[in-house]
């Protein structure tokens, strides 16, 4: 995550999820591990609610959606936290806390 601005939120990956073959094609099922990451500098409400609308998003509204990155289609079954919001404490220097939410996301090319 870029150094500021010192309220951010960043998405990465992480390790997902194998599940075996399909039986029909024989094409590997896999969900793809993501970490949601959100820094404040303060400790204030705007934080909770942030994190709160995130897991709102997460848990309710991402559903079969259809997303495009460059030129490919994607379709996101489901987004599926895999914890609950973790507080990982404080950045050494700039002292700004941290908290993630990790989940695994099925999803294929159309």
Same mark, same amino acid.
């Given at each position: 995550?870029?150094?500021?601005?010192?309220?951010?939120?960043?998405?990465?990956?992480?390790?997902?999820?194998?599940?075996?073959?399909?039986?029909?094609?024989?094409?590997?099922?896999?969900?793809?591990?993501?970490? /949601?990451?959100?820094?404040?500098?303060? %400790? &204030? =409400? @705007?934080?909770? !609610?942030? /994190?709160?609308?995130?897991?709102?998003? %997460? &848990? =309710? @509204?991402?559903? !079969?959606?259809?997303?495009?990155?460059?030129?490919?289609?994607?379709?996101?079954?489901?987004?599926?936290?895999?914890?609950?919001?973790?507080?990982?404490?404080?950045?050494?220097?700039?002292?700004?806390?941290?908290?993630?939410?990790?989940?695994?996301?099925?999803?294929?090319?159309?």
């Amino acid at each position: 995550m870029p150094d500021s601005p010192d309220n951010a939120i960043a998405v990465y990956d992480t390790d997902g999820k194998q599940f075996g073959r399909n039986s029909n094609e024989g094409e590997r099922q896999e969900h793809y591990g993501i970490q /949601i990451k959100v820094r404040q500098d303060r %400790v &204030d =409400e @705007t934080v909770q !609610r942030k /994190i709160d609308a995130i897991k709102v998003a %997460v &848990d =309710e @509204t991402i559903y !079969r959606e259809d997303v495009t990155i460059s030129s490919r289609t994607y379709l996101v079954q489901a987004f599926t936290r895999t914890s609950n919001v973790l507080q990982l404490g404080l950045e050494p220097v700039s002292r700004r806390r941290l908290y993630t939410i990790n989940g695994t996301v099925s999803l294929w090319e159309i």
